[in-house]
């Protein structure tokens, strides 16, 4: 039982995480119908800046671990979604009348070039992360003593997705994001600026992407630059899981998928922990490709 | 064909297998290494560039060739070159049991699930699958080759072996591209909904592509195991799928000079330029973004396809 609940709340943490990076695709995915096959490495570049703005900028020796960190994540989230509004400008914005496949491949070339670049800076060993910041202690709950940490993964992610949640639902740019994603055209003819759609989704995406980047390098402690692979092809796994284009189905798939794989390393094979989420995209694209939370569309897939 | 291009195709390879005795070991072994890209390159070819099927797992079906080689040849001690056409079986039914329940599937959604059954397949590598592996370590001591009672040890030797099945993948992919298979596939490249209007029966060619492409690249584990004579999960990485990806995008999908060409620049020119080795991929990630920009079909992209109008009678207009 006690491996039960460790197994849950670290399933937990972690889909909190997929999550993050699952909105990104999720909003992209909406409004372009583009998989941004670049998000996973805007999410290491996340991990990447954060140690570097940590080491170099000792905020957390200024302003204490948690004003510290939160200045971090705001820093680091600004600094993604610049370059993900730069990565659209460059490698997307071109190619906005061509056949949708060429926006594939030149999504995976960028790709390729943001993990070389990060290779090419930071070097192809693991960074290591100092290990002062977040609190060590474990919470006591009935026998269970569970690290503070996971909750606090969670929590974020929890507050960031409920944030997300009330700017698409609640504000004007946030209502044309949604109508710019049912219909373009209809969009552009109603009067909104889709271009500005767009830049804001690549604004927030990544930005929210860079943050779980951050996050991961904080809790477990080390990064590397081919990290984003094995993540970014999980969240998409989540937003797919979920239902791709569908935000809230973006934070379910998630945290379900955090939990599938966390249950599945425990009891069926940690070894084969990897390939149980692919197992999960496979299955899933075979038998319901529009998600759990996706409506029936026709020309879905 | 005019003759002066008949003179041209014929002296070029002609040219070109004369080489291996001017060049030392080296220079021959890089273009060993460009001859298995450019036949994993045309075979994905045929998927990517003909069916329009993005496939980024193509690493699994060449790894799938290479351990039916290595497994049989160290377990049973069959010779390695007679396992060919059984590595290029088993790639290819692998292939078919994969793809028959996705082959439906949308663009970058297929993108997606291959990426994942690449993944997959080198995991279950890892983890030493049924036992028969090696896991991580891979399995070593595949025996040399012999042809014609000559025992293939030097890259010269595999210089010949290597570029003439390259010859031969050429030769035939050639036919296909210009049967009724090949004409089917262009067809549902293009509009998936007219050929189908058509009576072509898309998913059955879609198979067809899938399967063969997948087949050839099992029959060039075989050529790797053997050259190798040591193969391990790591060879078979999602970054050999880009790599493969990238060729036939760059080189020009659809068009074989193209893809040619891709595999020599592509895998040749990093050797030529060893000091950048590190940047190699850094440049194929900007180069597949500026490609699709400014020059989406490729450097050679294929001709259109040409036919002969019957001669006009006397006394009727062209138009």
């Not at chain 1, 003819?189 to 830049?199: A, F, K, P, S, T």
Request: hydrophobic fraction near 55%; proline fraction near 4%; charged fraction near 10%.
């Amino acid at each position: 039982m006690e491996q039960f609940f460790q197994q849950l709340t670290n399933g937990l943490a972690v889909g909190g995480i997929y999550a993050l990076i699952a909105l990104g695709y999720t909003m992209v995915y909406g409004v372009l119908k583009l998989i941004n096959f670049a998000h996973a490495d805007l999410f290491t570049l996340g991990a990447y800046l954060g140690l570097t703005l940590l080491t170099s900028m000792a905020l957390t020796n200024h302003l204490g671990p948690l004003w510290g960190t939160l200045v971090l994540a705001l820093m680091v989230m600004g600094l993604i979604g610049l370059v993900g509004a730069l990565l659209d400008r460059v490698a997307y914005r071109p190619l906005r009348s061509s056949p949708r496949l060429s926006a594939v491949v030149s999504a995976l070339g960028a790709s390729i070039f943001l993990q070389n670049t990060v290779m090419l800076v930071y070097g192809a060993r693991f960074q290591v992360y100092p290990q002062n910041i977040l609190p060590t202690a474990a919470i006591d709950l009935g026998g269970l003593s569970v690290p503070v940490v996971r909750f606090l993964v969670l929590a974020t992610s929890l507050i960031m997705m409920g944030g997300l949640y009330l700017f698409i639902q609640k504000t004007k740019i946030g209502t044309a994001i949604r109508a710019a994603a049912i219909d373009q055209e209809a969009a552009r003819l109603m009067g909104i600026d889709v271009n500005r759609v767009i830049l804001m989704v690549f604004l927030v995406g990544p930005a929210l992407g860079g943050l779980a980047g951050l996050m991961v390098g904080l809790y477990y402690g080390q990064i590397n630059f081919t990290m984003g692979w094995g993540y970014g092809l999980k969240a998409f796994t989540a937003a797919i899981l979920g239902g791709i284009g569908n935000i809230p189905g973006a934070m379910v798939g998630g945290l379900l998928l955090g939990l599938i794989e966390a249950m599945g390393a425990a009891y069926i094979s940690m070894a084969w922990k990897d390939a149980i989420a692919f197992c999960v995209l496979i299955v899933i694209l075979i038998a319901r490709p529009t998600g759990l939370l996706g409506e029936r569309v026709a020309e879905k897939v | 064909m005019s003759r002066k291009k008949t003179i041209l195709y014929l002296a070029l390879p002609g040219l070109f297998f004369l080489l291996p005795p001017f060049l030392n070991t080296y220079w021959v072994d890089v273009l060993n290494n460009i001859g298995i890209y450019a036949i994993l390159a045309l075979s994905l070819n045929l998927i990517v560039g003909h069916a329009g099927l993005f496939n980024l797992g193509h690493a699994a079906f060449y790894a799938v060739g290479a351990y039916t080689a290595a497994i049989l040849n160290t377990h049973f001690h069959i010779p390695v070159l007679w396992l060919i056409p059984l590595c290029g079986l088993t790639a290819g039914l692998f292939a078919l049991i994969i793809a028959r329940p996705i082959i439906h599937l949308r663009g970058d959604y297929l993108c997606i699930v291959t990426i994942g059954v690449g993944e997959i397949v080198r995991i279950a590598l890892i983890n030493n699958v049924f036992g028969i592996t090696g896991g991580a370590n891979g399995i070593f001591g595949i025996s040399r080759p012999s042809l014609f009672g000559v025992v293939l040890r030097t890259p010269h030797h595999f210089f010949y072996l290597i570029w003439i099945f390259v010859g031969i993948t050429i030769f035939l992919f050639h036919l296909l591209e210009y049967s009724r298979v090949g004409r089917a596939l262009n067809y549902l490249r293009e509009d998936e909904v007219a050929a189908e209007g058509n009576g072509i029966n898309t998913a059955y060619f879609k198979l067809v592509a899938f399967v063969v492409g997948a087949a050839w690249a099992g029959m060039v584990g075989n050529i790797y195991a053997a050259k190798m004579t040591i193969i391990s999960p790591e060879s078979f990485s999602f970054w050999e799928s880009v790599l493969m990806f990238a060729i036939v995008i760059l080189g020009g999908a659809g068009s074989i000079p193209g893809v040619l060409l891709g595999s020599f620049l592509i895998v040749g020119l990093p050797e030529a330029f060893r000091e950048f080795a590190n940047a190699r991929m850094l440049i194929f990630g900007a180069a597949m973004v500026l490609m699709m920009i400014f020059r989406t079909q490729g450097l050679l992209p294929p001709k259109p396809r040409t036919y002969d109008l019957p001669e006009a009678r006397e006394g009727e207009g062209r138009g």
